[in-house]
Every structure is written in structure tokens, then in C-alpha cells.
């Protein structure tokens, strides 16, 4: 089984910034591509960020291009979301997901991903 567990979140002001982690121990991290999805009271939910299994590629919704940066390191098992000029409509439960590789080009925005951890609330106040 892969176990994928974020934490990070909390309250932070508008304009501040803030770093989410998500951890997938159990040695096959080196193999998963990650992403990033949140879900705010009453939306759909939205993809943020993915990066693939080497950190060679990733992908940004619109909304956050110029301002988040997933990135991840293969030593500590653990991908980041770096959060930026945080902004009021940032606020929502961020939740990480864990995909396996697969033979050919790599898809950010898989129909399913694999595992998904259980979210970490980010709340942005003035």
C-alpha cells in the first residue's frame, strides 16, 4: 500500500506565503508522479500543481502560475507546494495525490490519480 500524508496548512495573511508538504514513505516514491488538488466550501475541485516522477516536468493551473511552486525531493520522500502572494480565493483544503508510473508520456491531469492523501485546511485572511 502507498500512504500519503500532507501538513503545513494553516492561517496566513493576504500577500504572505506558505509551504505545504505531502510525504509518501515505503521506498517507491522515487517511481510516483504528484500533484496537488484543493477544494474550496461549495466548488468543485481543482487542480493546482503536478510535477512528474524525476522533477524534470510540471504543470501549473491558471490561477497560480507566477505564484506556486511544486517541486519535491526524492532523498526525503516528500513533495512541497510553495505558495506565494497568497490571495483570499487561495483559501481551501489542499490535498495531495500520489500517481504510478506508467510507459509513455507523462499526463499531469490523469482522470484518476492512484492515492490521495487526506488534505490540509490553508486559510488566507486579511
Known amino acids: 500500500q502507498v500512504h500519503v500524508v500532507e501538513s503545513g496548512g494553516g492561517l496566513v495573511q493576504v500577500g504572505g506565503s506558505l509551504r505545504v508538504s505531502c510525504a509518501v514513505p515505503g521506498g517507491t516514491f522515487s517511481k510516483l508522479h504528484l500533484g496537488w488538488f484543493r477544494q474550496a466550501p461549495g466548488t468543485e475541485h481543482e487542480f493546482v500543481a503536478a510535477?512528474?516522477?524525476?522533477?524534470?516536468?510540471?504543470e501549473y493551473a491558471d490561477s497560480v502560475k507566477g505564484r506556486f511552486t511544486i517541486s519535491r525531493d526524492n532523498a526525503k520522500n516528500t513533495v512541497y507546494l510553495q505558495m506565494n502572494s497568497l490571495k483570499h480565493e487561495d483559501t481551501a483544503v489542499y490535498y495531495c495525490?500520489?500517481?504510478?508510473?506508467?510507459?509513455?508520456?507523462?499526463?499531469?491531469?490523469?482522470?484518476?490519480?492512484?492515492?490521495w492523501g487526506q488534505g490540509t485546511q490553508v486559510t488566507v485572511s486579511s
Open positions: 495525490a500520489a500517481d504510478r508510473w506508467r510507459p509513455g508520456d507523462w499526463d499531469p491531469r490523469p482522470l484518476e490519480y492512484d492515492y
Open positions: 510535477i512528474n516522477w524525476s522533477g524534470g516536468s510540471t
